[in-house]
């Protein structure tokens, strides 16, 4: 059995023919069917091919904003937590050690590693009474509380840091001033 010798085009050399299925020959194979059909570019705007590719780049460009997005947001949720915490450590040194203002900022600023976390407002010493509808109704210092008990010493501690997002949002400042409040009673 003979077998038909493939006619290599003109100007080539025998080993220039391109693989079966390579790129380029089947580059070369669509471009001549289309010149061939006459329909030119209007059958490239139904063609299926790539469309995958496509979707995918457009889908992924947003897929990767969201994370970006939520990537911002979960580091500046953990800065608010953080301050939180410097807060209530504040409010723990002056449950043990009693009021001392310089302590009670120390406390504040040495319980995370934020740069800038502050004991902003100044921790404040006062009396008052609980009440459940206001929380503490402020009072001399060793008088009766409508409750009956007697006034307690109360102090409040605040801390605040500043945040700077990694994307600037169309109205909300940047940096953003993150703040925390504790009271707590001390006798």
């Given at each position: 059995?003979?077998?038909?010798?493939?006619?290599?085009?003109?100007?080539?050399?025998?080993?220039?023919?391109?693989?079966?299925?390579?790129?380029?020959?089947?580059?070369?194979?669509?471009?001549?069917?289309?010149?061939?059909?006459?329909?030119?570019?209007?059958?490239?705007?139904?063609?299926?091919?790539?469309?995958?590719?496509?979707?995918?780049?457009?889908?992924?460009?947003?897929?990767?904003?969201?994370?970006?997005?939520?990537?911002?947001?979960?580091?500046?949720?953990?800065?608010?937590?953080?301050?939180?915490?410097?807060?209530?450590?504040?409010?723990?040194?002056?449950?043990?050690?009693?009021?001392?203002?310089?302590?009670?900022?120390?406390?504040?600023?040495?319980?995370?590693?934020?740069?800038?976390?502050?004991?902003?407002?100044?921790?404040?010493?006062?009396?008052?009474?609980?009440?459940?509808?206001?929380?503490?109704?402020?009072?001399?210092?060793?008088?009766?509380?409508?409750?009956?008990?007697?006034?307690?010493?109360?102090?409040?501690?605040n801390?605040?840091?500043?945040?700077?997002?990694?994307?600037?949002?169309?109205?909300i400042?940047?940096?953003?001033?993150?703040?925390?409040k504790?009271?707590?009673?001390?006798?």
């Amino acid at each position: 059995m003979m077998h038909a010798q493939q006619k290599i085009p003109s100007g080539w050399h025998q080993h220039d023919r391109p693989a079966i299925g390579s790129r380029r020959h089947t580059a070369c194979r669509v471009a001549r069917h289309i010149m061939k059909s006459g329909r030119g570019f209007s059958q490239l705007f139904s063609d299926q091919k790539g469309t995958a590719a496509v979707e995918f780049g457009m889908v992924g460009t947003m897929l990767c904003l969201l994370l970006l997005g939520l990537i911002d947001f979960g580091m500046g949720y953990w800065e608010q937590i953080q301050v939180g915490n410097a807060a209530r450590a504040g409010g723990q040194y002056a449950i043990f050690n009693g009021w001392n203002s310089a302590g009670i900022t120390t406390a504040v600023t040495s319980a995370t590693s934020l740069a800038s976390i502050s004991a902003t407002p100044a921790p404040a010493q006062s009396c008052g009474c609980p009440s459940a509808s206001t929380g503490i109704t402020a009072a001399t210092c060793g008088s009766t509380c409508t409750g009956g008990g007697n006034a307690g010493t109360y102090v409040t501690v605040n801390a605040q840091a500043s945040y700077s997002s990694i994307f600037p949002i169309s109205g909300i400042t940047n940096p953003l001033t993150l703040t925390a409040k504790t009271i707590v009673r001390i006798n």
